[in-house]
């Protein structure tokens, strides 16, 4: 079950495969004979400057995975020096990861019905020190992940009779989440406290999408919020060029890793078109489907500035644990997105260029 949660898309999981295969599509064409014995990772993003030009994307109910997840992560990427974003569906308080990164973390809001929590939340990053504001604005309405309807991952959890055998073979795993009350929505809780212990789905559905977001919502948020704000699911190059009208600093060309709208192009498709129409008026951030560190230098190549990446960090905790996983993950896409500038002739990340990327016929 948590692992269907994770790994899967909306619908027929048409656009989480085609972010793998339009991926891969992108090919870098080598450079020979270039002196690369000193070749840089670094990259400046928002007033920071970053080991590397990749972060770890929001994700919420990372608790499913292992307990403490979310902070595990946000100590992993106060280690290697990368960003880290907390979910306004995240299983530990913003105030608490602000503490464990305060460097490093940003936070993501997801825009529910009442703009009183909207304000709250805004409120809450503002005071815990965070500088950087995700605003998610492609969820006007839950994807439909058919996995986790199968399953029974919903709200309330009705655990189908197979993830409940499932869960018998596991009893670690399932002693664990007991103890640690997971998941457990932290980040957003102060919303239930005054209400029911156990909030129906309803009002958890109103907290955390966001069918009411427009531009005008986002306007009155640019002028809530006075450090970085950064426009997340972005792909539609007119939303693009509008996004940096309204003052955003950033956006994320992402599909949300296909699991929002299952007939969407992929992130790397929409990437290059809206380098192209925004130029260089803001931050492109790009996620959805990044696994190695040549996709990392595909997305900078095609025009991104930085990559967010999700699953991996994931099953990253779950493969190796809290703290062995992700450094583990961060050292072998470091080593990776290093060989392949290499490869490229480059000697630091802002030598990759559109040049890189071989125009070959589309193969998809
Ligand atoms: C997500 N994503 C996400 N995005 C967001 O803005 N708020 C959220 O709470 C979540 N939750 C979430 C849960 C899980 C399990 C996944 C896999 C993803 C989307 C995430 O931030 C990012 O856009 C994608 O994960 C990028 O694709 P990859 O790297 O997972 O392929």
């Known amino acids: 079950m948590v692992f269907d949660y994770v790994e899967g898309g909306a619908g027929r999981e048409s656009t989480l495969d085609r972010n793998r295969k ?20 670094q990259r400046e993003l928002f007033g920071s400057t970053y080991a590397y030009p990749f972060g770890i994307a929001p ?22 020096n990368i960003p880290y974003a907390l979910s306004t569906a995240g299983t530990t308080s913003i105030e ?20 009183a929590i909207t304000d709250d939340l805004i409120t809450r990053a503002k005071r815990a020190g965070i500088s950087v504001l995700l605003v998610t604005v492609d969820v006007p309405a839950p994807g ?14 009705r655990p189908s009779p197979a993830v409940l055998a499932d869960a018998a073979r596991r009893p670690a ?47 009155r948020i640019r002028c809530k919020w006075h450090g970085h704000l950064v426009v997340k699911g972005i792909l539609n190059p007119d939303d693009a060029i509008r996004a940096a009208e309204m003052g955003a600093d950033g956006i994320v060309v992402s599909n949300h890793g296909g699991r929002q709208l299952d007939a969407a ?7 290059p078109l809206i380098r192209k129409a925004v130029g260089d008026r803001i931050k492109i951030l790009f996620d959805s489907g990044v696994r190695s560190g040549d996709d990392v230098a595909r997305a900078l190549s ?17 493969a190796l644990g809290l703290e062995a996983g992700p450094d583990r993950l961060i050292e072998i896409l470091s080593l990776e997105f290093a060989n392949t500038l290499v490869h490229l002739g480059c000697s630091g990340v802002e030598q990759l260029r559109s040049e890189h990327v071989w125009q070959s016929e589309p193969v998809l």
């Not at 439909?144 to 959890?157: A, F, M």
């Not at 025009?303 to 999700?310: K, P």
Request: net charge positive; glycine share 6%.
């Open 22 to 41: 339009a991926l891969d599509a992108v090919r870098l064409l080598p450079r020979a004979l270039t002196d690369c014995r000193s070749c840089h990772m």
């Open 59 to 80: 994700v919420g109910l990372a608790n499913l995975v292992r307990h403490g997840t979310d902070e595990a992560l946000a100590r992993a990427a106060v280690r290697a």
């Open 96 to 115: 608490r990861i602000a503490k464990v990164a305060p460097e490093h973390a940003w936070f993501q809001l997801y825009v529910g019905e009442d703009p």
């Open 144 to 157: 439909k992940r058919v996995r986790d309807l199968v399953n029974g991952l919903t709200l309330p959890l």
């Open 173 to 219: 795993w399932v002693l664990q989440m007991l103890r640690g009350g997971a998941p457990r929505l932290e980040t957003i809780a102060p919303y239930f406290r005054d209400q029911t212990e156990k909030p129906h789905a309803s009002q958890i559905a109103r907290r955390v999408s966001s069918p009411r977001l427009d531009w005008a919502e986002l306007e």
């Open 265 to 271: 192009p992929a992130s790397i498709e929409m990437l």
């Open 302 to 318: 095609s025009g991104a500035d930085f990559v967010l990446i999700g699953r991996p960090f994931l099953y990253s905790v779950a």
